[in-house]
């Protein structure tokens, strides 16, 4: 009997899930993950799927939660590229801004009324953009050069996947400090705190009924306690019992995976 884990569920109105490491590998669903889920829900809890990498869409997320039997439709997903969004509409509502991102992110932020530029911009977003093009290192920089307000959609220097990993938008705010001197003002996704604070402004949830789920300790569960959520290490992903140790930081739950809080429901 864990009546940690116990007293956890029972404070908890909204589950932020990580989703690589924390609910699938690649593309593999962790355990019986998909009763799991069910189970939450059941129990009338919120299931949020939260991630950093900006270079898909909702839609594109959605697709690929419905494929492996994930998705329901009172889900939700957070990515840290509409975090972006919400971000922009609230501190930035009539600047010119230059997104270096992909195709599908510009759409959303065009069809949100945000005020793309390609010259002069007040803001410069980096995005992960998986279709980087030297012509659009060279017009970033430049924005940076000029003086516009720096802002970074995450800090994860690369994105996992079943092979060597990939250089993500953290290895691209290492390239852009070099050739500007400059490293961003803000940066939106885990562990920085604004996709917490677009939760309790969206969900209208109180700080102590949210509980962080993540495999990652200097992203996923600092993020939780950075935010003031209840933060819970799953063992399932990148992070070892020695690494959790090592590293000094304090998870309110540490669990093999979250299926283990299936038992408890
Ligand atoms: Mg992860």
Redesign the pocket.
């Known amino acids: 009997m864990r009546d940690d884990l116990q007293n956890l569920i029972a404070n908890t109105d909204v589950f932020l899930l ?5 609910i699938y590998l690649d593309s593999t669903p962790i355990g019986d993950m998909v009763s799991t889920l069910d189970s939450i829900r059941r129990a009338g809890k919120k299931i949020v799927y939260f991630t950093n990498n900006s270079s898909k869409t909702v839609d594109e997320y959605r697709e690929k939660l419905t494929r492996i039997g994930f998705w329901r439709d009172e889900d939700i997903i957070y990515t840290s590229g509409m975090a972006s969004i919400w971000y922009l509409r609230k501190y930035h509502a009539d600047s010119r801004v230059y997104l270096l991102g992909t195709d599908a992110l510009k759409r959303s932020y065009v069809d949100s009324g945000i005020h793309l530029v390609e010259d002069d911009a007040d803001v410069a977003v980096l995005a992960y953009d998986t279709s980087l093009t030297f012509a659009k290192i060279k017009r970033f920089n430049e924005m940076l050069v000029k003086g516009a307000r720096y802002i970074s959609t995450h800090p994860d220097l690369v994105c ?1 996947t079943d092979d060597i990993f990939m250089p993500d938008v953290g290895s691209f705010i290492k390239m852009f400090e070099a050739s500007s001197g400059r490293t961003p003002e803000v940066i939106i996704g885990k562990p920085y705190t604004y996709m917490g604070e677009m939760i309790l402004d969206q969900l209208a949830v109180e700080t102590s009924r949210v509980t962080m789920v ?3 300790l200097y992203t ?1 569960v600092k993020f939780g306690l950075n935010c003031g959520f209840n933060s819970v290490l799953v063992l399932s ?2 992070t070892t019992m020695d690494d959790y140790r090592e590293s000094g930081i304090e998870a309110t739950l540490v669990l093999d995976s979250l299926n283990d809080v299936a038992k408890y429901l």
């Open positions: 990580d989703m690589d490491g924390t996992p993540g495999d990652r996923d992903g990148e």
